[in-house]
DNA sequence: TTAAATTCCTGTAAGC
DNA sequence: TGCTTACAGGAATTTA
């Protein structure tokens, strides 16, 4: 499922691939989004040059000089590049296609949890800006008694991280997922701080994480490489050799893995 | 203010 | 084998 670095690696080849392109086309193919696109927020985009795209959290912007279009991949959602004009019927799950001229970019989502139009929501800093710092960890969860692994998933908190990517930085970081945030000594906020930095890093470095055949892939198709170095995520033992163990009760409505050696 | 629960959807896995 | 059920996931929305 995309994450920051999966939604950076999208952005980056977008950006070489796309800039500079003029769009012809726009072929909205199911319009049974969970929310509908605003048709003009795309329609109004043909005849526009595309001036890059950019990236805040896990969602994209196309870029097309005063205009731009919001993209959200949810959890199936992927974005594709092709040289076959736009409004081939038999592509399943695809929801709407941008035509360039030549290429066509198609956005597939079978479980329809992406979203197209719209404004962007409120979000906490970049794991990889300045502004965040074991101090912005240490303010952010004052207080706070929830579980240090929800507060990590929320976009509102910190941006980008999903399951994947929290699920390692807390194993690095040697802390169990259910501590409450506030509970967190100096020396665990540092190490947190350091652990999602090195993962989201590593992330982007290998062009995302590809778990299943089912997962992310770039627009050109190809699988990342991060889920090679995944120590705990979709495992059955650790990376420690330790065998691993699921909460007992899910975090923000999902399961939380975790070493019961490793992690305190 | 915070947090927990609910909702969207469908491919996959597990259970019978 | 074929059917049914449970589950997974991100974020918006609703409820507590």
């Given at each position: 499922m995309p994450e920051l670095p999966e939604v950076e690696t999208v952005r980056r080849v977008l950006e070489t691939e796309l800039t500079g392109r003029t769009i012809t086309e726009i072929v909205v193919r199911t319009p049974t989004f969970y929310r509908p696109p605003p048709r003009a927020a795309l329609t109004g985009l043909i005849g526009k040059t595309v001036t890059g795209f950019s990236r805040r959290g896990k969602f994209l912007s196309l870029l097309a000089g005063e205009r731009s279009l919001v993209l959200h991949l949810g959890m199936s959602g992927r974005l594709t590049l092709t040289d076959r004009p736009a409004g081939n019927r038999s592509v399943k799950h695809c929801r709407f296609e941008i035509g360039f001229g030549g290429k066509t970019l198609r956005f597939v989502d079978p479980r329809r949890f992406g979203r197209v139009g719209g404004p962007l929501p409120k979000f906490g800093p970049e794991p990889l800006d300045p502004a965040f710092t074991p101090d912005f960890l240490k303010a952010a969860f004052q207080g706070r008694k929830a579980a240090i692994k929800a507060l990590l998933m929320d976009q509102g908190v910190l941006a980008g991280l999903g399951n994947i990517y929290a699920t390692e930085a807390l194993f690095r970081a040697g802390i169990r997922p259910s501590r409450p945030a506030g509970r967190l000594r100096r020396a665990e906020l540092e190490s947190l701080h350091e652990a999602i930095r090195f993962v989201i890093r590593e992330g982007i470095r290998l062009r995302g994480?590809?778990?299943?055949?089912e997962a992310f892939l770039d627009p050109y198709g190809k699988p990342g490489g991060f889920q090679n170095r995944v120590c705990i995520y979709g495992r059955r033992e650790g990376a420690c050799g330790h065998s691993l163990a699921k909460t007992k009760r899910p975090i923000a409505s999902r399961s939380a893995v975790y070493c019961p050696v490793c992690q305190k």
């Open positions: 994480s590809t778990l299943d055949d």
